[in-house]
């Protein structure tokens, strides 16, 4: 199957996965998802990162994070999409619920937080937002 947006459908895996209360989930590997996936990690909205060579193409396996039974992510959405690019300087550099959420930000210095973005006066391309 031929998947157009791979970043949407790591997000759309993400997303299920949390609403469905998995432990773990599998995601095909690549150098950006991993990006994200470390994103996450350092921001505390998922436990483990585990990249697992398989031969061909590997798969990331992302261990979810919960609160007693509460879900840590409570939204997780695609922002640029292929037909769709949103760019954003370093100045109008959205915030994700007054702050309290993230927005991953691919620029020339690589993938980021919005916050890392502002303090290093970068701008890009505005992937995600996670709260």
Request: with cysteine.
């Amino acid at each position: 199957m031929q998947i157009s947006d791979v970043i949407a459908d790591m997000l759309t895996r993400i997303r299920n996965a949390s609403n469905a209360k998995h432990e773990t989930v599998d995601v095909p590997a690549s150098n950006m998802k991993k990006a994200i996936a470390d994103i996450l990690l350092e921001e505390g909205y998922i436990k483990a990162v585990s990249v697992i060579e398989d031969g061909k193409q590997g798969v990331i396996r992302i261990t979810l994070k919960y609160d007693g039974k509460a879900k840590v992510i409570h939204g997780i959405r695609r922002v640029s999409k292929p037909g769709l690019r949103i760019y954003s300087n370093c100045e109008d550099m959205p915030k994700v619920m007054n702050g309290l959420g993230i927005a991953i930000v691919s620029t020339s210095k690589g993938i980021i937080t919005d916050k890392q973005a502002r303090r290093e006066n970068v701008g890009g391309e505005v992937l995600a937002f996670v709260w």
